[in-house]
């Protein structure tokens, strides 16, 4: 199939097959999976599938689960005789792992038997004779004692006391030649998330919500996906992404979210702040550009146009056709390491435009601190969400940012907002408002 797909035939060759394999084809996982809901090639102990919600979790661990059970020679060598099914308590896994929509007595077995569940006993059984039991990882001690060739765990990240139980859940897996675990998760920034994805034992792979579209309400992808869509909890619970504050960072996730906002108001002043790269080329920073707005005595942060890389004359368009899309009033660019030379491009390109040099005569710490406090004091709105900007803020300490690169997005920000709401004096103060 995939060789076909590879030569845009899988078409034409679909084409040529009868309804009813056409039908048989359309319930067969390995054919309608996507390549992230299917355990990666390698020698792995534990296979983490992390993804946003609604995206294929459910359905991916419990068709892995039967397919060991079964034996299917696509996913194991042998049938997996005993099993471990593991979520926050009894119930999330009666409810979602084994009787949910997507869970194991729901997929389409074709002519197979389904395994039979048994509550009482908490697990189920397959013809072969293969066993699926049942924890809740609520009950660490329940994991004492039994043992099992293959295991899957949902929704670990929000487990209570989740490394304690996963932990005694290691000690059990022992029986075959190749024991494994599946950590399906909408991830949170957790001891054990952290652990499981640093582990090189672990392989993982990522999905969207929007990668399950065709499987979701349209009404949930509208108003669900388009309301959350770039914020915190948006790439936590539909994208996948862990998301998580650095402890000595200037800002927080949670300061951002509670000032975000839809829609600005009328604005008295709009700036576009350029922190322009020194240099150009392969192995130059990006260049910072960012817009922001003030209202009374509040800042309304309104684009972020950054671009890595670019030439003079590619940022310098980026930030005239925000400047004029926004009917700014102000050009703001720093002037520090070949700004000269930046302005002097900005008023070749349009000499209408009034540009307002400033320089930076104190470390970038020093300069975003006023400006972090104005958010700290509710001042400070994000109108929409901008991720890349906000990943930088909430990464940024006294050592600047944790992989050492250069925080041109914060920069600009940091420009345009001391320009905007500050005295503009190379040591700022905040204004009383």
Not at 141 to 158: I, M, Y
Request: hydrophobic share 40%; proline share 7%.
């Amino acid at each position: 199939m995939s060789a076909l797909s590879a030569t845009g035939q899988l078409a034409d060759f679909l084409a040529t097959l009868p309804p009813e394999t056409l039908r048989a084809l359309d319930r067969d996982w390995l054919h309608r999976a996507r390549p992230d809901q299917l355990p990666p090639d390698g020698d792995w102990i534990t296979w983490a599938m992390i993804g946003g919600r609604g995206c294929g979790k459910t359905r991916a661990g419990a068709e892995w689960v039967d397919a060991l059970a079964r034996g299917d020679p696509a996913f194991t060598p042998e049938p997996v005789g005993r099993i471990a099914l593991v979520g926050e308590t009894y119930h999330d896994v009666r409810d979602v792992m084994v009787e949910g929509e997507s869970g194991l007595l729901n997929l389409p077995h074709r002519s197979r038997a389904r395994p039979v569940w048994l509550p009482s006993r908490r697990r189920l059984v397959w013809e072969n004779g293969a066993v699926a039991q049942v924890f809740s990882a609520e009950e660490a001690d329940s994991l004492r004692g039994p043992q099992f060739g293959a295991a899957w765990c949902d929704e670990v990240a929000k487990w209570r006391g989740a490394e304690a139980a996963f932990d005694m859940l290691q000690f059990g897996l022992r029986l075959g030649a190749r024991p494994r675990s599946l950590v399906t998760t909408t991830p949170r920034p957790v001891p054990l998330i952290r652990r499981l994805l640093a582990d090189p034992r672990t392989v993982v792979t990522r999905a969207r919500t929007h990668d399950n579209a065709e499987n979701l309400a349209p009404d949930f992808l509208s108003a669900v996906v388009g309301r959350y869509a770039g914020t915190r909890l948006g790439r936590q619970e539909l994208d996948g992404e862990l998301v998580a504050d650095r402890p000595d960072a200037l800002w927080t996730r949670e300061t951002l979210e509670a000032g975000r906002i839809a829609t600005a108001p009328d604005l008295s002043r709009i700036v576009v702040a350029v922190d322009p790269p020194a240099t150009s080329g392969a192995r130059s920073d990006a260049c910072g550009i960012v817009a922001a707005g003030r209202r009374g005595g509040e800042g309304y942060v309104l684009a972020d146009a950054s671009l890595p890389r670019a030439t003079p004359r590619a940022w310098a368009e980026t930030a005239l056709g925000l400047y004029h899309r926004l009917e700014a009033d102000a050009l703001i660019v720093e002037v520090n390491q070949g700004g000269e030379m930046a302005t002097a491009v900005l008023n070749q390109s349009d000499p209408s435009v009034p540009v307002v040099p400033v320089r930076a005569s104190r470390g970038k710490y020093l300069r975003a601190e006023p400006v972090s406090l104005l958010y700290a004091r509710g001042l400070v709105h994000h109108v929409g969400a901008y991720p890349a900007l906000e990943d930088e803020l909430c990464d940024f300490g006294p050592d600047g940012l944790s992989g050492g690169a250069s925080p041109d997005r914060l920069d600009a920000l940091v420009w345009a907002l001391t320009h905007l709401l500050l005295d503009g004096r190379t040591e700022p103060r905040i204004r009383r408002l």
